[in-house]
């Protein structure tokens, strides 16, 4: 045996190979920017992985230096793959930029004149200071949450919807146990003892998937909604073991009564929980109402997993017809999310919600062909 061969080694793993991208070849430089510290929120849009397959197609990523600190994931995750960590204000001169919520209007005009903003609708959008500096900057803004697919699904809200209604029987299981400051039950009953009573008020992704992971972790689950085609279509999704319930007041009292769990969404008509029903509620209940709190924010790592898939094949999309603008020109479920478009407002509910002019984003796009 010579030397050399006896001096080989042999690595059982196969290492991590460095990828060297070169800025040259990159269509498009894409800030990707963290949440605000004064905030609650938790959400994040891309993995490491997710930002990998953008770089691979050419894509250069500028990162926000710990913006993806509340999914655990250090900047060293991203530098794997081809991610350039920078400060915030480098970050938001990109081509375009990717926050989770709108930004406020001093990020906004740190941005480059006529970049692209894409964000989940959030209440700033409704701020005028926020509309105004968007329209100053010619921004083209548009919230993921409001597009829609191809097949015509609302794909980015229904993730959201989907791990908001898990993630609540989560919140529920935790509040009812011991470590949580409950009683210390198990949602599932066992031999002997009936399972906890779950009622959920609503109709859409976020009750179906709150009644579907309810029923899986074993307790006796109840759907109310004021629209009996909407209970046969939650009965369809959720299977038969799903008990569906038209609201009806005397119904509704005896149900919430004998509640342990009562999560509380959008109904198919308008509908308030009566406040008068309070005192029929179990001193133990948990309640939860989906219009003011958002579950998934205690899983931020899941929503940017998620998310990262539909948003690598939506920059894939963008890619191959050539731009933001012409993204938005052929897909009209893009257009539907779109809220200001090179200088105008587009969005009809944000203007008239802050009585400011907007355009139809159709009839500005045929001028411009």
Not at 130 to 144: H, N, P, R, W, Y
Request: charged fraction near 20%.
């Amino acid at each position: 045996m010579t030397e050399k061969e006896h001096t080989k080694t042999i690595e059982l793993d196969p290492q991590p190979q460095k990828v060297e991208h070169e800025e040259k070849n990159c269509s498009l430089k894409l800030g990707l920017v963290g949440n605000y510290a004064d905030t609650d929120e938790t959400r994040f849009l891309l993995t490491p992985e997710g930002s990998g397959l953008l770089t691979s197609s050419n894509v250069k990523i500028l990162m926000e230096k710990g913006a993806a600190t509340d999914i655990s994931f250090p900047d060293s995750r991203y530098h794997e793959f081809g991610v350039e960590t920078v400060s915030r204000e480098e970050a938001l001169k990109a081509d375009i930029v990717l926050s989770y919520l709108p930004l406020h209007a001093k990020d906004i005009k740190k941005m480059k004149k006529g970049a692209t903003l894409f964000t989940m609708m959030g209440s700033d959008m409704f701020e005028a200071p926020v509309i105004k500096a968007l329209l100053d900057m010619e921004i083209t803004s548009g919230c993921f949450d409001n597009m829609y697919s191809h097949n015509d699904e609302p794909v980015f809200a229904n993730i959201i919807d989907e791990i908001d209604g898990r993630a609540s029987i989560m919140y529920a299981q935790e509040f009812l146990s011991y470590v949580g400051g409950g009683k210390g039950v198990l949602l599932a009953g066992v031999a002997g003892i009936n399972p906890c009573e779950v009622l959920i008020i609503g109709d859409g992704t976020t009750t179906y998937a709150a009644a579907k992971a309810a029923m899986a972790a074993g307790a006796y689950v109840t759907l109310m909604n004021n629209d009996i085609s909407a209970l046969q279509v939650a009965k369809q999704v959720c299977g038969d073991t799903l008990n569906t319930i038209a609201i009806h007041p005397r119904v509704l009292f005896n149900k919430v009564k004998t509640a342990d769990v009562i999560l509380i969404g959008k109904c198919t008509r308008p509908f308030e929980f009566p406040k008068k029903l309070s005192v029929a509620l179990k001193d133990s209940v948990y309640v939860l109402n989906f219009e003011e709190t958002h579950p998934s924010i205690s899983v931020p790592r899941t929503v940017a997993m998620a998310m990262s898939n539909v948003i690598v094949n939506f920059f894939d999309e963008l890619i191959i017809k050539g731009g933001v603008n012409n993204m938005v020109a052929s897909t009209p479920g893009v257009q539907m999310g779109i809220v200001t478009y090179r200088g105008k407002l587009v969005d009809k509910l944000i203007g008239s919600y802050l009585r400011m002019p907007s355009v139809d984003i159709k009839v500005m796009l045929a001028a411009t062909n």
